[in-house]
């Protein structure tokens, strides 16, 4: 059963100076800190290690909490959110996308100034515009080739391909190629074929490092997987970092996975009105994300949740909460509820404790 979070007084300070009010995006820090230290007992032995996935939260304070042991830097999914790790004194990201753009080509050579940088890439072009760039300011960004291993989204799709890029970025100034990349984690549950699709994704990687590896190229990295595909990304032998990042949080639709984590976060609300047949609250669309659908209650049972952009109509049996009663409820999507609050609350013990804030909120550039 999950633990209902009670708030204190909305008119109890907490250091911050800010005054809790809902609603209120909450995370429980205990959890939280559960939840990282089983990722790193999960890793142990295995030679592998974890590159927290930062657009889960794009909280500094949540991601230098994940850092240490096997976790050794972060995997940030735009410039915006690097600048930002950097600037937090996180001194290891992977862009774990490609880069076009000639202004953030820019940015991400001027972080390879304060951070080790590596960055995702899939044809020659861009490599040839961001070569010239790092070695003009006397700097070296890694490069992982991107393997189309599933989305058919970016990535090359051929291990010939692959050579191709390869030889581009060897011969590059200013570029060191670290590995590869590949990204199955959208495999979760109820997927049809979902174990056959991600044999198929791992072989393939296995296919491209090995024709790096006979054309003399050194291979340090194989960087994929995610929450959904931890366990079988443990076995694989090919895989050697993974880029999850909402095991640290956790989100419903995970919790039947086998895996040790728990929910972390809560959208915290208020009864704003109470009817003899529901109840409602002072949360919406525009405070939590439901691209998997309505949260769920947190410590008690709910008949129904509808949804509106300010607005939570609840039915329930029995007689509703009193007006002014705060009631928690756990996102479904977590990336997208952080990046619609500013900052989120830590409670550690059931007790509010701090603020912090959400500095890479709208970071999408």
Same mark, same amino acid.
């Given at each position: 059963?999950r633990?209902?979070?009670?708030?204190?007084?909305?008119?109890?300070?907490?250091?911050?100076?800010?005054?809790?009010?809902?609603?209120?995006?909450?995370?429980?820090?205990?959890?939280?800190?559960?939840?990282?230290?089983?990722?790193?007992?999960l890793?142990?032995?295995? +030679?592998?290690?974890?590159?927290?996935?930062?657009?889960?939260?794009?909280?500094?304070?949540?991601?230098?909490?994940?850092?240490?042991?096997?976790? !050794?830097?972060?995997?940030?999914?735009?410039?915006?959110?690097?600048?930002?790790?950097?600037?937090?004194?996180?001194?290891?990201?992977?862009?774990? @996308?490609?880069?076009?753009?000639?202004?953030?080509? /820019?940015? =991400?050579?001027?972080?390879?100034h304060?951070?080790?940088?590596?960055?995702?890439?899939?044809d $020659?072009?861009?490599?040839?515009?961001l070569?010239?760039r790092?070695?003009?300011?006397?700097?070296?960004?890694?490069?992982?080739?991107?393997?189309?291993v599933l989305?058919h989204?970016? +990535?090359?799709?051929?291990?010939?391909?692959?050579l191709?890029?390869?030889?581009?970025?060897?011969?590059?100034?200013?570029?060191?190629? *670290?590995? =590869?990349?590949?990204y199955? +984690?959208?495999?979760?549950?109820?997927?049809?074929?979902?174990?056959?699709?991600?044999?198929?994704?791992?072989?393939?990687l296995?296919?491209?490092?090995?024709?790096?590896?006979?054309?003399?190229?050194?291979?340090?990295?194989?960087?994929?997987?995610?929450?959904?595909?931890?366990l079988?990304?443990?076995?694989?032998?090919?895989?050697?970092?993974?880029?999850?990042?909402?095991?640290?949080?956790?989100?419903?639709?995970?919790?039947?996975? +086998?895996?040790?984590f728990?929910?972390?976060a809560?959208?915290?609300?208020?009864?704003?009105?109470?009817? /003899? /047949?529901?109840?409602?609250?002072d949360?919406?669309?525009?405070?939590?994300?439901?691209?998997?659908?309505? $949260?769920?209650?947190?410590g008690?049972?709910?008949?129904?949740? %509808?949804?509106? *952009?300010?607005?939570?109509?609840?039915?329930?049996?029995?007689?509703? $909460?009193?007006?002014?009663?705060?009631? /928690?409820?756990?996102?479904?999507?977590? !990336?997208t %509820?952080? @990046?619609?609050? *500013?900052?989120?609350?830590?409670?550690?013990?059931?007790?509010?404790?701090?603020?912090?804030?959400?500095?890479?909120?709208?970071?999408?550039?």
């Open positions: 059963m633990r209902v979070i009670h708030a204190p007084s909305p008119t109890v300070e907490i250091e911050t100076q800010r005054t809790f009010s809902t609603p209120a995006l909450v995370v429980d820090l205990d959890t939280f800190e559960r939840n990282v230290r089983a990722m790193s007992e890793l142990e032995g295995t +030679g592998k290690s974890v590159r927290p996935h930062v657009k889960t939260h794009r909280t500094p304070e949540l991601a230098r909490r994940q850092l240490g042991g096997s976790a !050794r830097g972060v995997t940030c999914a735009t410039v915006g959110e690097a600048e930002v790790m950097v600037a937090a004194g996180i001194t290891d990201v992977l862009l774990a @996308n490609e880069l076009v753009d000639p202004l953030k080509m /820019d940015r =991400l050579v001027g972080l390879a304060e951070a080790a940088v590596t960055v995702a890439a899939d $020659p072009e861009p490599v040839t515009s070569s010239t790092a070695a003009r300011a006397g700097v070296t960004v890694g490069v992982l080739i991107d393997v189309d989305l989204r970016c +990535g090359v799709a051929s291990a010939a391909e692959v191709q890029m390869a030889a581009v970025i060897d011969r590059s100034p200013g570029l060191r190629l *670290d590995g =590869l990349m590949g199955e +984690g959208r495999l979760r549950p109820g997927v049809q074929d979902r174990q056959a699709k991600i044999g198929r994704a791992y072989a393939l296995a296919e491209t490092r090995d024709a790096l590896l006979r054309a003399g190229f050194a291979v340090e990295r194989v960087s994929a997987a995610g929450t959904s595909t931890l079988e990304a443990l076995t694989d032998p090919t895989i050697t970092e993974i880029q999850a990042g909402v095991y640290a949080l956790m989100e419903p639709e995970l919790l039947g996975m +086998g895996l040790p728990s929910c972390a809560a959208i915290r609300g208020t009864v704003i009105s109470r009817h /003899d /047949d529901r109840f409602v609250l949360i919406g669309r525009r405070v939590v994300g439901v691209e998997y659908g309505p $949260p769920l209650s947190a008690f049972e709910v008949t129904s949740i %509808t949804l509106g *952009d300010e607005h939570t109509i609840v039915t329930a049996e029995g007689p509703p $909460p009193a007006l002014g009663a705060e009631l /928690d409820f756990i996102p479904g999507q977590i !990336r %509820t952080f @990046n619609l609050h *500013d900052h989120v609350w830590v409670s550690r013990g059931g007790e509010l404790i701090d603020c912090w804030p959400i500095s890479a909120r709208g970071s999408s550039q």
